[in-house]
């Protein structure tokens, strides 16, 4: 589904991801997770089309879309500074982002569809700011999801919700995730977030991949 091959990106003399290559199939969770500064965020916008990268490939569902510009790849976009636009109700807020991908479908009835998949079907008149916290994220993901996206990215997606609030959203998103069954590359340096919610963790250093496999292997070997 998604195939990232030997992507490295240089900030001037900085080596920011250094020949990076890693596989998704269809229907992952997974995760990449390091310190910050290791070039998370990096890899996240190269495979958004938001960053050209200085060497490498990225192939989404059997295309090289390394050059394609954000719109002409159907990928949906949760990140920390992503936020909602806040002029916008909670409905147009999905709508905008429906015309923006040119979404091939009744738009209503996503928008009702994905509303409800993230129990916000009471608060479609709303505008972002009279929204909770959890509840602005909720919006975001049904946002990023009501297009159907080939895969979703999310950066950071529970930073700066209380430790309770995070618990219970890491569930919820993973529940949503399988339900709509797309494959969802997510970014953390919060060990504890990548174990409780991945099928596989990416391990990153410094741009390198350290190590790559699933929770239960990574972290209870010998
Ligand atoms: P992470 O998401 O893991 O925190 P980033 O991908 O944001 O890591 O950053 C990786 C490295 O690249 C860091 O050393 C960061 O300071 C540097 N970096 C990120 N963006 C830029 C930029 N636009 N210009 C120069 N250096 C950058
Ligand atoms: P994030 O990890 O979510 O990208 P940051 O605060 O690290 O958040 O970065 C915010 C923005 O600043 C990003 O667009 C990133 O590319 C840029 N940036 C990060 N580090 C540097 C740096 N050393 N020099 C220039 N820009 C940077």
Sequence with gaps: MLEVTDL?????????????SFR???GDFATLLGPSGCGKS????IIAGLLEPTDGQVR?????VTTLPPNERN????????????????????????RLQEFDGDHDDQIDRFLNLVQMAEYGDHKPTELSGGQQRRISLARALAYEPDILLLDEPL???????????????RKIQEEVGVTTLHVTHDQTEA???????IVLDEGEKQQEG????????P
């Design 214 to 221: 699933g929770p239960t292997e990574l972290y209870e070997k």
């Design 75 to 98: 990928i949906g976009l949760v990140f920390q500074h992503s936020a909602l636009f806040p002029h916008m109700t909670v409905e147009e807020n999905l709508r905008f982002g429906l």
């Design 60 to 64: 989404l569902r059997d295309e090289d």
């Design 195 to 201: 174990l409780s919610m991945s099928d596989r963790i």
């Design 24 to 26: 998704l199939e269809r």
């Design 159 to 173: 930073t700066g919700l209380d430790r309770v609030l995070r618990e219970d959203m890491r569930n919820e998103i």
């Design 42 to 45: 990096t890899t996240l916008h």
């Design 8 to 20: 490295t990106k240089h900030y001037g003399s900085l080596v920011a991801v250094d020949d990076l």
